[in-house]
């Protein structure tokens, strides 16, 4: 994650210093160690309510494209959320999880777990595209073969929708539109 980029929850180097103040004057009788799993217990009620705050229904499914750090290297994959709703991209298995949305507008995750980390974009289909187009993107992103252009055919960001809940833009997007006109 970039400077330039959207943070909407990480539970990645929390750090106490950062929440210690505030823990310590609503929990006074509690130790320093109870007030740090306090600090990971609200983080992660901090999750849910970012899953409500993102309970965004699209019209079609959504694609996560990954790129996926594994014991024996790295691999390119993807999974399909059927529900199409974006709250139901901020789950993950992963040990440390980071969701943004960076300048140009998608939204991603950073996952770091035991053999490495994984990166995420996740994008929806766009509501004009065949089945045969959807199936031929899937077979470029299993083989390693699929370009930014293929994704951006087939495919739209969910930066626009995320950013009216929290009041983002995303000009270097624009830009870029402008300019591939």
């Not at 909407?8 to 609503?26: G, P, Q, V």
């Not at 009620?45 to 750090?69: F, H, K, M, T």
């Not at 950073?110 to 996740?122: C, F, K, P, R, V």
């Not at 289909?125 to 994704?151: F, H, L």
Request: aromatic share 12%; with cysteine.
């Amino acid at each position: 994650m970039k400077k330039t980029d959207h943070l909407i929850w990480s539970n990645r180097e929390l750090d106490y210093e950062d929440w210690k103040n505030e823990l310590e004057a609503e929990y006074p009788d509690l130790t320093e160690n109870e007030r740090i799993n306090r600090m990971y217990e609200l983080n992660s009620d901090y999750l849910d309510d970012e899953r409500r705050n993102l309970s965004i229904q699209l019209s079609c499914p959504i694609i996560v494209i990954a790129d996926l750090g594994l014991w024996d290297g790295r691999k390119s994959g993807y999974k399909e959320i059927q529900s199409g709703n974006i709250k139901d991209c901020l789950y993950s298995d992963c040990d440390y999880n980071t969701w943004y949305v960076d300048k140009n507008g998608d939204f991603r995750c950073e996952a770091i777990h035991h053999d490495g980390t994984n990166y995420y974009l996740y994008r929806t289909y766009k509501d004009n595209v065949s089945d045969a187009q959807i199936e031929n993107i899937k077979w470029k992103i299993y083989n390693g073969t699929v370009t930014r252009a293929d994704i951006n055919r087939v495919t739209r960001c969910l930066g626009d929708e995320i950013g009216k809940v929290y009041g983002w833009e995303f000009p270097q997007r624009q830009k870029t539109e402008i300019g591939a006109r």
